[in-house]
C-alpha cells in the first residue's frame, strides 16, 4: 500500500487476516446511519458517519470508495482462488 499524494504516510499498520469465520455485516436502521461492521475472530471493527443523524458529502465519498476498493479485493481474491494458489 502506499499513500495517497497530499496524505502523509501511516504511523502504524494493523493487519486483520481473513480466514475462516471473517465477517462483513451491514447493519441499516431506520432512525441512524448504517454501521459496517468486520468481525475477525474477537477483533471487530466498525465503521460508521461521524454523526449519527446525518451524512456529510466526504462521507458518501467515502463509502462509495470503500465499495469500489472492496469489489477490486474481491475480484483480485476470486481470480487468485480459481487459480487454485494459496497463500504460504
Do not use: W
Amino acid at each position: 500500500m502506499t499513500a495517497r499524494r497530499g496524505q502523509a504516510r501511516p504511523t502504524g499498520v494493523i493487519t486483520l487476516n481473513t480466514r475462516s469465520g471473517a465477517i462483513a455485516e451491514n447493519y441499516a436502521y431506520q432512525l441512524r446511519t448504517p454501521v459496517l461492521a468486520l468481525m475477525f475472530g474477537l477483533v471487530q471493527v466498525q465503521v460508521t458517519t461521524a454523526a449519527s443523524d446525518r451524512v456529510t458529502a466526504a462521507e458518501v465519498e467515502f463509502a462509495r470508495q470503500l465499495a469500489k476498493e472492496a469489489q477490486h479485493f474481491a475480484r483480485c481474491v476470486e481470480r487468485i482462488h480459481r487459480r487454485g494458489v494459496t497463500a504460504a
